[in-house]
């Protein structure tokens, strides 16, 4: 006999089998034992949270003949029938592969039948955010006013892609990401019952790995057991599996960062190179300590938030304490951004090369978290003696060959430019300087990112400039499209016609000049100001 994955024989045949939606479970068994049934349902979540199980079973449970307190019997001829697949009453339809408007045609014409047995015709359409528009388009009759015997149920990850005609005529309901505890409660239950020998911290490691969906656990488990077969299956046995790293090397490499060591921490990443582990996994898994450091020093009781041994919390605790959170946050956000460049990347190994060399030299960056590092670390350094004032240095002819000292003078920045602008132009400046994050907020997610870190001068009378700090930023934040975007949207919103233009700021150009209109200087000075047109 074939074998059969653990995620398929273990799917959940009656409701109190469904682990983690308790909140839908409820209610989808109240609706049986009330018979207030609706006529279409949209499930949405994550992978592997339940959707297309539950759908089965409350499939089976409207058509079963002796229902047991809302679930289905599984005994009786039309459960039978239906989980054997032979049944004409339940059909399962993949959107991903079905979406054209003559799928859904197929359906207006079956819906016009009752089912010869049962009570219900159910439709479950899976991945329903891949039909076309025209398909869409063609479901929506059918499913606000189908006949009495017939149930939808439309189940989607990206129910953000659902036309809301759709969601409008459907009882939605959101399927949660299954806790850490639940997940490794149910893999316990399995393991017991597969006769299958595991540590507990290494069922634990799988639990977490799989992000909420107990569908990714099964398999990953399915996949360890199968590498280890007749073995215990130990916590180390686990991370060689799925090619994950061990807490002891985080801490390791989190230390090189904050003393500098960038080649050690090169040297640690070529280890786990040649030990064949993933990147990507060794780069979410990274975040995760971060974000654990972070709580540690952030939260008031961030101890009972972690679940770990008290020997990896005691090392938690110390290397909380080499660094700030504002740092911290500056690591997580830099590997953030790798997290997403890594997927596609033909070479991993170096852009997680590169992010380290990042967290250990904020020189590197020109953000406002890696400036504010920097300066924490002048602070520091000067707390400590480093500079010295060059008049407070003996004078006197150094010995031959004896090693001078260098000091260092610390020049102070000069402070920020004024510059006088008309009370109009100053007016707009300061409208839309305010209002700036807001209005790119509201810009499409393919523009948002683009306008990181800009700054909004005055360039003429009704017309503003948009400096750029970054090359790649500039050439996608000054397209025409782009700008007259920007402008048509300030119009409808504040009502305000201004006229946009960009351009990139210069090598060590400052971008914190002060405007003051020309009124409120002379009110200041109590003089007349003249203006002198610039001459070309």
Known sequence: MSYTALYRKWRPATFDEVKGQDHIVTTLRNQMLSGRIGHAYLFCGTRGTGKTSIAKI???????????????????????????????????IDAASNNGVENIREIREQVQYPPTDGTYRVYIIDEVHMLSIGAFNALLKTLEEPPSYVIFILATTEVHKIPITI???????????????????????LTDAEHIDIEEKALRYVAKAADGSMRDALSLLDQCAAFHFGQTLTYDNVLDVLGAVDTSVFSRMFRAVCEKR????????????????EMGQFVTDFIWYMRNLLLLQSAEDGESL???S???????????????????????????DLSNQI??????????????????????ETNLDSILQRLTQLENQAAEGA???REDVPAGPSMPGA??????????????????????????????RNEWGKIVREMGMSIRPSFRDTVVEPSGDSCLCIVFTNASNYAIGSRPSVLGELERHIEAVYGKKLYLKARLSGTGERLDTIYVSEEELRNKINMDITIEDEID
């Open 387 to 389: 500079f010295a004032k």
């Open 262 to 277: 960038t080649r050690d921490c090169i040297a640690e990443l070529e280890e786990l190179v040649i030990q064949g582990r």
């Open 58 to 92: 409350f499939a089976r449970a409207v058509n079963c003949e002796h229902p047991v307190n809302g679930s289905p019997c599984n005994q009786c001829p039309s459960c039978r029938s239906i989980l054997e697949g032979s049944s004409m009453n339940v059909v399962e």
């Open 306 to 308: 972690l679940d770990m």
């Open 403 to 432: 090693a001078a000292e260098e000091t260092v003078s610390v020049k102070a920045a000069p402070p920020p430019e004024k510059v006088a602008i008309s009370q109009a132009q100053m007016e707009d400046l300061t409208l839309i």
């Open 167 to 189: 969601l409008s005529r459907c009882q939605r309901y959101d399927f949660k990401r299954i806790s850490l505890e639940t997940i490794a409660g149910r893999l316990k239950e």
């Open 343 to 364: 997927r596609f990347a033909a070479q991993k190994r170096v852009l997680v090369e590169v992010a380290f060399i990042k967290l250990a030299n904020p020189v590197m």
């Open 310 to 336: 008290e020997e990896n919390l005691r090392q938690l605790k110390e290397d909380a304490k080499l660094t700030n959170s504002d740092t911290l946050m500056r690591y997580i956000r830099i590997f953030s």
